[in-house]
Nanobody
Framework: QEELVESGGGLVQAGGSLRLSCAASGDIFNSNVIGWYRQAAGKQREPVAV???????DYADSAKGRFTISRDNAKRTVDLQMNGLAPEDTAIYYC?????????WGQGLQVTVSS
């Protein structure tokens, strides 16, 4: 069964770092679009970083220069390294993939950045 299971996240002070990991089971790891979204309280869900065609990386403007998305083919994970975190990065972070003509989401992880 294809599913996305996130780990990592938590509470960090402003300026700190966190690493999120998304374990993709089944063939979904080979999706041509896989990455991370986030949703802050009262706001719409938005893309953070996505890997397209297994190698092209797209970042939201807010993530450029601070976040890095990567694939670990041996572990079958898609990881998001977040540095220089700010309070406005506080949100629920979701792993996402486009697979078999449908949107697939992980359960979500809370990331809280204190000032």
């Amino acid at each position: 069964q294809e599913e996305l299971v996130e780990s990592g996240g938590g509470l960090v002070q402003a300026g700190g770092s966190l690493r999120l990991s998304c374990a993709a089971s089944g063939d979904i790891f080979n999706s041509n679009v896989i990455g991370w979204y986030r949703q802050a309280a009262g706001k719409q869900r938005e893309p953070v970083a996505v890997i397209r065609n297994r190698r092209n990386r797209d970042y939201a403007d807010s993530a450029k220069g601070r976040f890095t998305i990567s694939r670990d083919n041996a572990k079958r994970t898609v990881d998001l390294q977040m540095n220089g975190l700010a309070p406005e990065d506080t949100a629920i972070y979701y792993c996402y993939a486009w697979w078999n003509w449908r949107h697939v989401w992980g359960q979500g992880l809370q990331v809280t950045v204190s000032s």
